[in-house]
């Protein structure tokens, strides 16, 4: 016969009808179907068992059912509530306190009732409490340290997981968060795959667009023809060229680009045409459904030929109409001093020309972008992109809408380093799309779509003339550029500045003198890769510098501290003042982390060294469109709640831009990490930053965020100062407190200090700051370009093994010291220079957009375009200079482009080191070593 | 219809084309966690787990999921970056990279994860060549991967005793992977294979779907229908038969990487620069045969190794001679309705010395510029039989059959391989934008000279670090 019991389990009152003898484990088990709690015995030996009646831990297969008859019973299902796991099954994994777990869901019960009764257990009660819980995997300590853990986070509320996780170290001298190593905010949802980037969102009825492009590289569109691509089922929206004829362009005096072709293409791939469907099965059906009728023209592809009178021209006219007579499309000369006298007078001059081979961005995430209207006609595009308000106003001005009925929303983006850094057919094309079809319309890249979209590294030849008078002095560079800038104008002015006005230091010249020409050619667009503009010329200096010292008997590494710019204020030949210099302290750490000293002399043959180093910008003094408001803002609003959230335009792109500016909010108002919150990427809701571009970030988003920050925090410090009735000067602060320097025992916890703040105010807290152009830069045309308000540095030593039969050259190690003037946080400003060494040298050894003889790219994978895995990329010996910058925030500079610069020269002078052969042309593949190596004749072949 | 596990869940898909892609397939269903970086084997962004289950062995193996098709997975399963966190506890391979800042814009984390997920369950990855090797078809723009290494270092081997371990202890010796669909077969049994094939007898042939993926995500192909050997029994078996070793044409490059490294070491010398170890993971010795790639890796060792294959049909069995496996570009000596059940290769005679060599751009996931294979026999000092063979030197794999006529006879020096090498100019290299012809002839007769130089004896690498070419003993 059974009886009716009715029990609260886990706080909802179940009825069953149980046989007598039932225990309560059995009733659970069996009855209701909560398996959690375990039968490890049976008769009270084990605790696998263990139940909470009524608050008390208990036996279940001790007791039976019906005694249990009315009383609340707590199982292991009913300890994680809607919030996720309670702290102490959080605990459990974090101190690793499981192995088979069959002991947990007792331990965990077991461990609940002791942190109920008691908050701040000592050891002893934690074992008393626990020892009728038997473990036979962990042998306890874990478990013990988990119960601990536990009871720290009940007393001290806050992030649990932020809180072990973030802190892996001590802040710097007189710091509460800079300097220290922590973790970046996002780790745990990117290795969980719940980060969610733009592909991974999925809008109701969303539509997937594709495009159609050209197969020609230079071609006048006769007609198109889209009828039979609107008939296909599923299909919602053709769209082509002269729907959507605004021209745009990153530079607003030079907008060349049409979001599809208009009129005619001008590379291979360029998209002619889009259309949304159902699915991109469909939408792909249709775009081979449209009929295009081309009048093919002849293409011109090598630069130098379309500097011909008669090549053909890639434009016949400017933005503006006017009618264009040849493909140069910016041409900058800048002399300064007497350069021709200068290379009369040196002891040694090194004359020659040098090639760059182009190379792309290759981010792993290919471009995507989602675009959706609501009913009242305001635009959301959501994109990969990493310059969200430069794409805002062009969104504006293309689809002829007010800026203020666009909204740009940037997800989480994998990986850019320049690549998404201006508009894209893809983000107009889906807003164009979407608004016809009246649905949200996707589009992600192939692969191979990612490489015609490039905007990568331009190809340059250089004829570039060095002299040094005998002591080593470098006393002038002449140095003619010619940029292959490809099919349009993208950021193309500036770069054709930069390839001269940026080489101008570490190393500093005597005289200067540059011509910088970029011309049009019939192949995808070029534009900023990781080192704008700068990387290029450093090819040339750095491996005739070198070829110099040999030629004058001097070490490499000495030749570069004789020239270098001296370490406070020094200002360059082309009129750049450099606040702070740390090249002098880059050379000195990989000299000495090389063993440069002991080893350069005596490697066998095929073994080489070479040393190489660099200079970049930290943001640029002017934005891209002349406007006076500032370049980055920051709003900070204080909750409450114990919160600080940080709103800033910027574009985190795994750069850590977030967590940036989330630790010097910290840092300023003494709120842990664990409570700030950073809002990014959303034009809506954010106030301005320019992007993720010119390595800016930290120099300017971070000082409004300090800004922003100090002002806060002023006003928790003056609140809590009038609570401890000391004067605010005497306050002092470390994370989670406001003290009193005199007394620290006087202290008021963050949440508090937030509170009086807000009290003190009468309104909630709300603070702003923001980095303000300042003037900068020489009083010359084009004085500007390239004028930052402060200077990274950067030194490398490379090793390389060569095999002299087959060309093939296996980097053994790679030594980069940078001065990135403060370390805000060391480890992500390691991972920066890592990421840049890495990226360099792949672009020195194997990287090259080759395209044949009618414009078409010949490596569009990833398997053809190579870029360098685990197995080819060295150990890489990171060392971090701080030269605590006058300018910057906390003296910080920049760390995400400069290092990467030396990495290509000082592979080539390495390799001249091992073999005696000097690599004039990029990338230094197997071949071109080869050959190289039996140019010189060094050994029979 | 096709049934898999997934994240431990079965799955029940009806009305999948043979053309779907797991990638495809994962991200529309909402499982966005693991990422597209290229559609086509080559970043490894998409890798996810298999619990595979062939003669050699149960294991979890990380695959590129845009390689695989989906119809393919009967019976199996398959775990994603979301399948192995434990709620707040993250699986060691995740934890590791977040300790060690393996992830900056984090794209590529969750197929680096996944590498790193596989690796923990191995207990062949103790060698820091087995490490490279492990993560090298990971491609990461951001973080120059030394946190990426340093996070593989921290988990290689743990084999944790967790669900994974669990499910790979438990999984079936043979679990049921037939599978059948409106134009797929997946056949367990030869006389199944017969009458599908008898069915569609224009369908196209798949094992491990590493070249068959690739046309389907980059060309759009549709088949009249895919057949699938994955099923098949013995197909997967490495077998000592009397003087030789018989390779079936389904065992994974990994696993024959693994068993040839004390069994045939000039075949793991040249497994050691294939691909990479998702495509190891799935490509098989067949479908790298009977692509008849000119630079197909494989075909210059069992060239140079004497090999014959064991072809079948629904009419019986045969024997082809390597030498007459290749008949033209992209051509094989497979009439319709045959396959390749094995390759038989003789072990090398006593006399012999063997060595591979691939030479390419890049060390790992990269087409051979030249490969080649050299077995020559050297009795007091003199040749007394050579079998020289190239990949990349023509519009198949060849042996250089002047080359070798000229080396038998002459004394085994580095002069006297000089000599016979400037017999290789009767070889017509391929001249394209991977290397041109130019170089692919200098650097086949710069091997066949290194060859020489190595000398006797158990050989090192040959220049310490160059590791693109391996020498082996
Ligand atoms: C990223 C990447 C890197 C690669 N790297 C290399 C490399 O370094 N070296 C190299 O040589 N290759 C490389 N490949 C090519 C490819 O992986 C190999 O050729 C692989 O061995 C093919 O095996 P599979 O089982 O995947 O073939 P599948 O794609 O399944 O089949 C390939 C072809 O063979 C046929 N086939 C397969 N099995 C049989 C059989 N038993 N009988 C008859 N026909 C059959 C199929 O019909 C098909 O035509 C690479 C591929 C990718 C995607
Ligand atoms: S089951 Fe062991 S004490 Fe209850
Ligand atoms: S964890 Fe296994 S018995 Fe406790
Ligand atoms: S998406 Fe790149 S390997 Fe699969
Ligand atoms: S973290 Fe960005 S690609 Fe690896």
């Given at each position: 016969m059974k009886q009716l019991v009715t029990l609260q389990i886990n706080g909802e009152a179940q009825t069953s009808a149980v046989p007598p003898h039932w225990t309560l484990l059995e009733a659970l088990r069996y009855g209701s179907g909560l398996t959690g709690s375990k039968q490890?015995?049976?008769?009270?030996?084990?605790?696998?068992?263990?139940?909470?009646?009524?608050?008390?831990?208990?036996?279940?297969?001790?007791?039976?059912?019906?005694?249990?008859?009315?009383?609340?019973?707590?199982?292991?299902?009913?300890?994680?509530?809607?919030?996720?796991?309670?702290?102490?099954?959080?605990?459990?994994?974090?101190?690793?306190?499981?192995?088979?777990?069959?002991?947990?869901?007792?331990?965990i019960l077991s461990a609940s009732a002791l942190l109920a009764r008691d908050p701040d257990p000592s050891l002893e009660a934690i074992r008393e409490a626990l020892s009728g819980n038997l473990c036979r995997c962990t042998g306890y300590t874990r478990i013990y340290e988990a119960v601990a853990l536990a009871a720290r986070w009940l007393r001290e509320p806050g992030d649990m997981r932020g809180e072990q996780a973030n802190v892996m170290g001590p802040a710097a001298e007189g710091f509460s968060v800079v300097g220290a190593p922590l973790r970046k905010r996002d780790a745990i949802g990117k290795a969980t795959g719940e980060v969610r980037f733009t592909d991974d969102l999925v809008l109701p009825r969303m539509l997937h667009g594709k495009f159609l492009r050209s197969p020609h590289a230079h071609a006048r569109i006769v007609s198109i023809d889209t009828s039979a691509a609107s008939a296909l089922p599923g299909v919602f929206a053709v769209l082509v060229g002269s729907e959507l004829t605004t021209s745009y362009g990153i530079i607003p005096w030079t907008p060349d680009e049409t979001a599809l072709a208009v009129g005619k293409v001008r590379y291979i791939g360029e998209a002619v045409a889009a259309v949304a469907a159902v699915d991109e099965d469909t939408a792909m059906k249709a775009c081979r459904l449209i009929t295009v009728t081309w009048d093919v023209l002849p293409p011109v592809l090598d630069p130098e030929r379309a500097l011909d009178a008669d090549a053909p021209l890639v434009h016949e006219a400017d933005p503006k109409g006017r009618a264009l007579s040849s493909n140069l499309c910016k041409e900058v000369g800048l002399s300064f001093g007497d350069v021709d006298q200068a290379l009369a007078d040196a002891a040694v001059v090194i004359d020659d020309h040098w090639t760059y081979a182009g190379s792309t961005h290759a981010p792993i995430e290919p471009h995507c972008a989602i675009g959706s209207w609501d009913p009242d006609g305001r635009l959301t595009v959501w994109s990969s992109t990493q310059v969200g308000h430069y794409l805002h106003r062009e969104l504006a001005r293309v689809l002829g809408v007010a800026e203020s009925a666009v909204r740009v929303i940037q997800p989480a983006v994998g990986g850019a380093f320049g690549g998404k850094s201006e508009p894209f057919d893809l983000e107009f094309a889906v807003a164009a799309l979407s608004r016809k079809a009246g649905r949200p319309v996707k589009i992600l890249y192939t692969r191979e779509e990612v490489f015609y979209a490039h905007r990568g590294r331009h190809p340059m030849r250089f004829h570039f003339r060095i002299g040094a008078d005998a002591s080593g002095k470098i006393t002038a560079v002449d140095n003619d550029i010619l940029l292959d800038g490809g099919a349009y104008h993208s950021f193309g002015l500036v770069t054709a500045y930069y390839a001269g006005q940026l080489l101008s230091g570490p190393i500093d010249f005597g005289t200067y003198r540059f011509r910088s020409r970029r011309v049009y050619t019939n192949k995808p667009c070029n534009g900023p890769k990781r080192g704008h503009g700068s990387v290029q010329p450093r090819f040339p200096l750095e491996t005739a510098v070198d070829e110099i010292a040999h030629r004058?008997?001097?070490?490499?590494?000495?030749?570069?501290?004789?020239?270098?710019?001296?370490?406070?204020?020094?200002?360059?030949?082309?009129?750049?003042?450099?606040?702070?210099?740390?090249?002098?302290?880059?050379?000195?750490?990989?000299?000495?982390?090389?063993?440069?000293?002991?080893?350069?002399?005596?490697?066998?043959?095929?073994?080489?060294?070479?040393?190489?180093?660099?200079?970049?910008?930290?943001?640029?003094?002017?934005?891209?469109?002349?406007?006076?408001?500032?370049?980055?803002?920051?709003?900070?609003?204080?909750?409450?709640?114990?919160?600080?959230?940080?709103?800033?335009?910027?574009?985190?792109?795994?750069?850590?831009?977030?967590?940036?500016?989330?630790?010097?909010?910290?840092?300023?108002?003494?709120?842990?990490?664990?409570?700030?919150?950073?809002?990014?990427?959303?034009?809506?809701?954010?106030?301005?930053?320019?992007?993720?571009?010119?390595?800016?970030?930290?120099?300017?988003?971070?000082?409004?965020?300090?800004?922003?920050?100090?002002?806060?925090?002023?006003?928790?410090?003056?609140?809590?100062?009038?609570?401890?009735?000391?004067?605010?000067?005497?306050?002092?602060?470390?994370?989670?407190?406001?003290?009193?320097?005199?007394?620290?025992?006087?202290?008021?916890?963050?949440?508090?200090?937030?509170?009086?703040?807000?009290?003190?105010?009468?309104?909630?807290?709300?603070?702003?700051?923001?980095?303000?152009?300042?003037?900068?830069?020489?009083?010359?045309?084009?004085?500007?370009?390239?004028?930052?308000?402060?200077?990274?540095?950067?030194?490398?030593?490379?090793?390389?093994?060569?095999?002299?039969?087959?060309?093939?050259?296996?980097?053994?190690?790679?030594?980069?010291?940078?001065?990135?003037?403060?370390?805000?946080?060391?480890?992500?400003?390691?991972?920066?220079?890592?990421?840049?060494?890495?990226?360099?040298?792949?672009?020195?050894?194997?990287?090259?957009?080759?395209?044949?003889?009618?414009?078409?790219?010949?490596?569009?994978?990833?398997?053809?375009?190579?870029?360098m895995t685990s197995m080819d990329t060295p150990p890489i010996d990171a060392h971090i200079v701080e030269s605590i910058d006058p300018v910057g925030p906390y003296g910080a500079k920049e760390a995400g482009e400069g290092p990467l610069h030396p990495a290509i020269p000082a592979l080539a002078n390495a390799i001249w080191h091992a073999t005696g052969a000097r690599m004039r042309t990029m990338p230094f593949t197997p071949e071109r070593v080869l050959a190289a190596i039996r140019a010189v004749g060094t050994r029979e072949q | 219809m096709v049934r898999f596990f997934l994240n431990g869940d079965a799955v029940t898909i009806r009305d999948v084309s043979p053309e779907t892609t797991l990638l495809e397939w994962l991200r529309g269903a909402g499982r966005c966690g693991t990422k597209e970086g290229c559609a086509e084997g080559d970043c490894g962004a998409c890798t996810v787990a298999v619990l595979d289950v062939t003669a050699s062995g149960r294991r979890w193996r990380a695959v590129d999921a845009c390689l695989v098709l989906v119809p393919q997975l009967e019976g199996l399963s398959v775990v994603t970056v979301e399948g192995l966190a434990r709620g707040a506890a993250l699986h060691p391979a995740q934890q590791a990279v977040?300790?060690?800042?393996?992830?900056?814009?984090?794209?590529?984390?969750?197929?680096?994860?996944?590498?790193?997920?596989?690796?923990?369950?191995?207990?062949?990855?103790?060698?820091?060549?087995?490490?490279?090797?492990?993560?090298?078809?990971n491609l990461c723009r951001c973080t120059g991967y030394r946190p990426i290494r340093e996070a593989l270092d921290d988990v290689a081997g743990l084999d944790p005793e967790d669900a994974f371990r669990a499910a790979r202890a438990q999984a079936e010796a043979q679990p049921a992977r037939a599978g059948a669909g409106a134009r797929f077969a997946q056949p367990d049994t030869w006389d199944g294979l017969w009458a599908a094939l008898a069915r569609w007898p224009d369908a196209r042939l798949v094992h491990g779907a590493t070249d068959v993926g690739l046309e389907v995500t980059k060309q759009h192909r549709v088949f009249p229908a895919v057949v699938s050997l994955q099923a098949l029994p013995e197909l997967d078996a490495l077998r000592d038969q009397g003087g030789g070793w018989s390779i079936g044409a389904g065992v994974r490059l990994s696993d024959l990487e693994a068993a040839s490294a004390e069994r045939l070491p000039v075949l793991a010398r040249m497994l050691r620069y294939f691909g990479a170890r998702q495509i190891k993971n799935r490509a098989t010795v067949g479908g790298n045969l009977c692509n008849a790639s000119p630079i197909g890796d494989l075909a210059p060792v069992f060239l140079a190794l004497d090999a014959t294959v064991l072809v079948r049909s629904a009419r019986g069995d045969r024997r082809v001679p390597m030498d007459a496996f290749f008949v033209g570009y992209r051509k094989t000596a497979l009439a319709p309705g045959e396959v390749l059940v094995a390759v038989e290769v003789p072990d090398p005679p006593p006399s012999a010395r063997c060595a591979a060599y691939k030479v390419s751009k890049r060390r790992e996931l990269d087409i051979s510029a030249v490969s080649a294979a050299f077995r020559v026999e050297v009795v007091d000092g003199v040749v007394t039989g050579a079998r020289l063979a190239f990949g990349g030197m023509a519009a198949t794999p060849v042996r250089a059959f002047a080359a070798e006529a000229a080396l038998v006879g002459a004394p085994w020096t580095p002069e006297g391989a000089a000599a016979a090498a400037a017999a290789l100019s009767a070889l017509s290299p391929i001249d394209d934008h991977r290397a041109s012809a130019w170089y692919r002839s200098t650097v086949a007769r710069n091997l066949l000279i290194g060859f020489a130089e190595e000398g006797e004896g158990p050989l090192p690498p040959r220049h310490a670090g160059t590791l693109a070419v391996g020498g082996a003993p």
């Open positions: 490890g015995c049976d008769k009270g030996d084990c605790g696998a068992c263990t139940v909470l009646v009524d608050g008390q831990p208990q036996l279940a297969c001790c007791s039976l059912a019906v005694t249990a008859q009315g009383k609340a019973v707590t199982t292991i299902e009913g300890v994680a509530d809607a919030r996720g796991p309670a702290a102490i099954q959080r605990a459990f994994d974090v101190c690793g306190a499981l192995q088979c777990g069959f002991c947990q869901p007792g331990m004058l008997g001097i070490d490499p590494i000495e030749m570069r501290r004789i020239n270098a710019l001296p370490e406070r204020g020094g200002t360059t030949v082309n009129g750049q003042f450099v606040p702070s210099c740390g090249v002098r302290a880059c050379l000195d750490a990989v000299e000495a982390a090389s063993g440069w000293k002991e080893r350069y002399a005596s490697l066998p043959p095929g073994r080489g060294l070479g040393v190489a180093t660099s200079m970049y910008i930290s943001g640029t003094a002017y934005p891209i469109y002349p406007n006076d408001m500032p370049q980055s803002a920051v709003v900070l609003r204080g909750d409450r709640s114990g919160r600080i959230t940080a709103f800033c335009g910027l574009n985190e792109i795994g750069q850590g831009s977030d967590s940036v500016i989330a630790w010097i909010v910290s840092e300023e108002t003494g709120v842990p990490l664990s409570c700030i919150d950073v809002v990014s990427g959303d034009t809506d809701l954010c106030p301005v930053d320019l992007g993720a571009y010119s390595s800016r970030v930290t120099m300017m988003a971070g000082t409004a965020a300090k800004e922003a920050g100090e002002r806060l925090g002023a006003r928790m410090r003056d609140a809590v100062a009038a609570k401890l009735g000391v004067p605010p000067e005497r306050m002092r602060r470390r994370t989670g407190f406001w003290f009193d320097g005199d007394d620290p025992e006087r202290a008021v916890d963050h949440v508090t200090a937030l509170r009086l703040a807000e009290a003190a105010a009468g309104m909630p807290l709300g603070e702003v700051g923001a980095f303000r152009t300042r003037k900068l830069g020489a009083d010359y045309r084009g004085g500007t370009i390239g004028a930052s308000p402060a200077y990274s540095a950067t030194a490398h030593v490379v090793e390389v093994d060569v095999d002299r039969e087959t060309g093939v050259v296996k980097i053994v190690g790679v030594w980069a010291a940078h001065d990135c003037g403060r370390a805000i946080n060391p480890v992500t400003v390691r991972g920066q220079i890592e990421g840049s060494v890495y990226m360099g040298l792949s672009e020195a050894l194997m990287e090259e957009m080759v395209h044949d003889g009618k414009g078409l790219l010949k490596a569009t994978s990833l398997l053809d375009y190579r870029i | 977040v300790e060690r800042l393996g992830s900056q814009c984090g794209y590529c984390t969750p197929g680096v994860v996944m590498s790193l997920f596989e690796a923990t369950y191995r207990s062949d990855v103790a060698s820091s060549e087995a490490r490279d090797d492990q993560i090298c078809g």
